[in-house]
Nanobody, 115 residues
Framework: VQVVESGGGLVQPGESMRLTCTAT????????MSWYRQAPGKERELVAG????????DYPEDVKGRFTISRDLRRKMIHLQMNSLKPEDTAVYYC?????????WGQGTQVTVSS
């Protein structure tokens, strides 16, 4: 299973960014895909997750109302739409795929929010 993130970069506070995660190499229909992030000096934290049936995990309070996860079932792809970005959203964003009780991580994509 290969997991690849894309869409990171540098944005100014208040701007938006969309991240994409593509998973390949498996054919099972039941899986969970999630976004995590890790800021410097902090632990990796769950940002949002979505199952293949469309169930979405609750967003942490600090991103609720600003971040939205969505999926493209056919292409085994998920997106993270991030609006009203803040400097504290600066982190490496990782995608994780869980299938058959195994977890696969992408290499991460850097998101920097700075003026």
């Amino acid at each position: 299973v290969q997991v690849v993130e894309s869409g990171g970069g540098l944005v100014q506070p208040g701007e938006s960014m969309r991240l994409t995660c593509t998973a390949t190499g498996f054919t099972f229909s039941n899986y969970v895909m999630s976004w995590y992030r890790q800021a410097p000096g902090k632990e990796r934290e769950l940002v949002a997750g979505i199952t293949s049936t469309g169930i979405i995990t609750d967003y942490p309070e600090d991103v609720k109302g600003r971040f939205t996860i969505s999926r493209d079932l056919r292409r085994k792809m998920i997106h993270l739409q991030m609006n009203s970005l803040k400097p504290e959203d600066t982190a490496v964003y990782y995608c994780k795929v869980r299938v058959l009780s195994r977890e696969y991580w992408g290499q991460g994509t850097q998101v920097t929010v700075s003026s």
